[in-house]
């Protein structure tokens, strides 16, 4: 089997001839294609570039087009900082809105004119056009509503009206962001992505309870799978830290993809999943990926694999690989699935 062969059999629920290997690799493949994230981010050449490049020389089976969480907040009107050697990070302290009343007075952007959306696209179509007849590309559509929220309004704000604000004040802000993420979403469709996700970090049980994300999250990833569904586009969602109290509900979404941080415990996943969607991960990204020995990691894959053992899987690091971590250790992280994900 091809990568993309391999990828598309797991997403239709047949057996492949081994567990495929999709790290998320953008901050690694740009420092081993030895650029800096500052030239990359801007540049959807130089961005499908640093993938191709690392694609090639690891032989992993597939690449997640990402290069920041600020680009789909940049193109709604947020103040961003850019870094040379960092990602660019949104300026919370002087947030687009003062009131979530404002965001209707946004425009929703265009991804193919605004911001650096089209960087992002030009990526996966030139991706795409290079190896994507044999490679799984998957075009990440930024953040998901809830995240884009909390960029706009402040992450520490939107806690706050959480707790204050009229529900439906939220509710009504969080269809202007699914709008939004949807746009881009199709975007990616249509430069050619064979999948597309979003990240909805502050989503997470970690910063906000269980109940708050269904009340508040939910229903615009569910909108968002559907949306994708109707597109024919296979849809993931990432969500950091330990999402176990709501790994039921991000299966009900209908995502097509389950992107585990490394804090899930992957066996308890795979039982509370059951099969509704590909459980992707969930290797840390720190220990054993970059402090860690080659065997130290290949051992760390081997569980992983044992534990989703029966699921449909993706092979993976539980959230973005550092720029630092060495190669040795992506090597062997793709060569555990050869040794012991092999189904033939």
């Known amino acids: 089997m091809t990568s993309l062969e391999r990828c598309q059999a797991v997403l239709a629920r047949r057996q492949p001839d081994r567990v495929p290997v999709i790290p ?22 130089l961005l499908a570039e640093s993938h191709r490049l690392c694609q090639q020389e690891f032989g992993y089976d597939g690449c997640v087009i ?41 425009k929703i952007p265009d991804p193919w004119k605004d911001g650096r959306l089209p960087v992002w696209l030009e990526a996966t179509r030139t991706l795409v056009d290079s190896i994507g007849d044999h490679v799984f590309v998957m075009g990440r559509a930024d953040q998901g509503p809830f995240d884009l929220l909390c960029l706009l309004r402040g992450a520490q704000n939107m806690m706050v009206d959480l707790l204050t604000e009229d529900p439906q004040e939220i509710v009504r802000a969080l269809e202007w962001c699914t709008e939004a993420v949807r746009r881009f979403a199709a975007a990616q469709k249509e430069a050619g992505a064979h999948a597309t996700s979003i990240g909805d970090a502050y989503a997470s049980p970690n910063l906000i309870s269980p ?28 969500i950091c830290g330990d999402t176990t109290e709501i790994l039921s509900d991000l299966a009900a979404t209908g995502a097509d993809i389950l992107e585990l941080d490394w804090k899930v415990d992957l066996q308890a996943a795979a039982k509370l999943v059951a099969g509704r969607a ?19 990691v290949r051992q760390a894959a081997k569980k ?15 959230c973005a690989l550092g720029g630092n971590t060495p190669a040795e250790n992506l090597r062997a992280l793709v060569a555990a699935a050869r040794d012991f994900g092999t189904f033939q």
């Open 278 to 296: 590909v459980l992707m991960g969930n290797l840390n990204p720190s220990e054993p990926l970059v402090t860690g020995t080659p065997e130290q």
């Open 66 to 106: 990402d290069v920041d969480d600020a680009s789909l907040a940049e193109a709604c009107g947020a103040k961003v900082h850019f870094r040379e050697q960092e990602v660019a990070a949104v300026d919370e302290s002087q947030p687009l809105l003062t009131d979530l009343r404002q965001i209707h007075d946004l």
């Open 24 to 45: 998320q690799a953008f901050l690694f493949a740009c420092r081993y294609a030895g650029y800096s994230i500052g030239q990359i981010n801007r540049s959807g050449k």
């Open 211 to 238: 109940q708050m994300y269904r009340d508040f999250a939910f229903e615009p990833e569910r909108k968002l799978a559907l949306a994708a569904r109707a597109l024919e586009i296979p849809f993931s969602v990432h």
């Open 304 to 318: 992983a694999l044992l534990a989703a053992a029966g699921s449909p899987f993706f092979l993976s690091s539980g």
